[in-house]
């Protein structure tokens, strides 16, 4: 799997967030999206994701696919987006059977096994109300290895994580990257995994 993203614009509330954004991934590769508040780092992530549209540009997959973009993209937002009158094992079954292709739902097995990682089995049939913000963190983030999509686009991952969590994850990211999985991430917090960067300005600046 490859990505390839060219002259990319894009326009909210009919003003021009970036433009004129670039790069290109091949698997194994990161990259780091860096900039200031407001330059448009969650933005690009949405638009790469297929949840924004472009105002202009391009982005492309290789091998080309007759599935929508978002169908390879593993999106999680600096919000954790649980439910929280639902256990932490009952969001992430959620989101791994809508996230789930040609009819390949994971097991109850499998989320155990992605909430073990993260370090909340002994907390999977808690409600996330009652869960604290590392938890309801990583319980966002097991939806990456409960369910497998070659490009985690990341949103400040390491928010509310303390080092040990911090550790695990990019454990997690390496070996993505690893077996040739792509990690975009936009993130204010060094984040080594050997990523290129790309810096946004804000549109101020610009």
């Keep these: 799997m490859q990505?390839?993203?060219?002259?990319?614009?894009?326009?909210?509330?009919?003003?021009?967030?970036?433009?004129?954004?670039?790069?290109?991934?091949?698997?194994g590769e990161s990259l780091v999206v860096t900039g200031p508040n407001g330059a448009g780092k969650s933005t690009l992530l949405r638009a790469i994701a297929g949840l924004l549209p472009l105002a202009s540009g391009r982005i492309e997959l290789s091998p080309a696919a007759d599935a929508p973009r978002g169908e390879f993209c593993h999106y999680v937002g600096h919000a954790d987006a649980l439910k929280p009158s639902l256990t932490a094992f009952e969001n992430v079954a959620f989101f791994a059977a809508l996230l789930a292709t040609h009819g390949r739902r994971p097991t109850g097995a499998q989320v155990d096994a992605a909430l073990a990682r993260l370090g909340l089995a002994a907390i999977a049939d808690l409600p996330c109300a009652y869960l604290s913000a590392g938890q309801k963190r990583r319980a966002a983030l097991s939806r990456l290895i409960a369910v497998f999509r070659p490009i985690w686009l990341l949103d400040e991952p390491l928010t509310a994580l303390d080092s040990a969590s911090q550790t695990i994850l990019l454990d997690l990211m390496h070996a993505h990257l690893k077996e040739g999985g792509i990690v975009i991430a936009a993130t204010h917090a060094p984040l080594p995994i050997g990523a290129r960067e790309l810096a946004l300005k804000s549109a101020r600046a610009a």
Excluded at 7 to 22: M, Q
């Design 3 to 27: 990505v390839e993203a060219q002259a990319l614009s894009v326009e909210r509330g009919g003003r021009i967030v970036f433009s004129d954004i670039g790069f290109r991934l091949a698997a």
